[in-house]
């Protein structure tokens, strides 16, 4: 037990030491260093919500042109299917007026 308060004694010591070690201007530039930390850190933290906004940004976009394409596509699909049962109608019809005039003979 002694031993640990001996050691919290020194430490303690060391601690006051050290504190009272430092001049003014260690304390100033320890305050300059702590600010240009500060705005390093709020100018990251800027770009990095600018980032995030341009990828929301870049995400919306591309969902808007992914349904664009998507809608194009099925309105073109649709017009096909269209034009091929017009066309499978009209190849039935000249099938049915050539059967007719095949039994007219």
Do not use: P, Y
């Amino acid at each position: 037990m002694k031993a640990q308060q001996l050691a919290g004694a020194v430490l303690a010591g060391l601690l006051v030491f050290g504190v009272t070690a430092c001049s003014k201007d260690d304390a100033e530039e320890a305050g300059e260093n702590v600010s240009e930390m500060t705005e390093d850190a709020m100018e990251a933290t800027g770009d990095a919500v600018d980032d995030i906004g341009d990828a929301i940004e870049d995400g919306a976009h591309d969902t808007r042109q992914w349904g664009e394409d998507v809608m194009h596509d099925a309105e073109q699909a649709g017009e096909d299917a269209m034009h091929e049962a017009e066309q499978a109608r009209e190849d039935a019809e000249h099938e049915a007026e050539q059967a007719a005039d095949d039994l007219e003979d």
